[in-house]
Nanobody, 124 residues
Framework: QVQLVESGGGLVQAGGSLSLSCAAS????????IAWFRQAPGKEREFVAL????????QYEDSVKGRFTISRDNAKNTVYLQMNSLKLEDTAIYYC?????????????????WGQGTQVTVSS
């Protein structure tokens, strides 16, 4: 089992920044990648970014490239999402998820463990 806890969400003005954290506990050695997903009201959950265990594979959804940065600290079992130049359309609940499979994926169905989510609200 892997437990994930997100933190760092909040309210920010457009153009501002927020940093999210995802702290993993339990059998963390099992996971091959941790990803961030988000879900806005009335929309499906969508992929945002992922990083693999070694940190040498990182992927971003196109709309966040150049604005968001995913990173990891294995010593702390924590993955971060630095979000800069936030836009109104970034407003959503952000979830981190862990994948224990062998093939990295951006599909939410591939992820085995999920955090409870943290709300990010961008205001004008």
């Amino acid at each position: 089992q892997v437990q994930l806890v997100e933190s760092g969400g909040g309210l920010v003005q457009a153009g501002g920044s927020l940093s999210l954290s995802c702290a993993a506990s339990g059998r963390t050695a099992r996971w091959s990648a941790i990803a961030w997903f988000r879900q806005a009201p009335g929309k499906e959950r969508e992929f945002v970014a992922l990083v693999n265990w070694s940190g040498n594979v990182i992927q971003y959804e196109d709309s966040v490239k150049g604005r968001f940065t995913i990173s990891r600290d294995n010593a702390k079992n924590t993955v971060y999402l630095q979000m800069n130049s936030l836009k109104l359309e970034d407003t959503a609940i952000y979830y981190c998820a862990a994948d224990v499979g062998l093939v990295l994926s951006t599909a939410s169905s591939a992820y085995d463990y999920w955090g409870q989510g943290t709300q990010v609200t961008v205001s004008s």
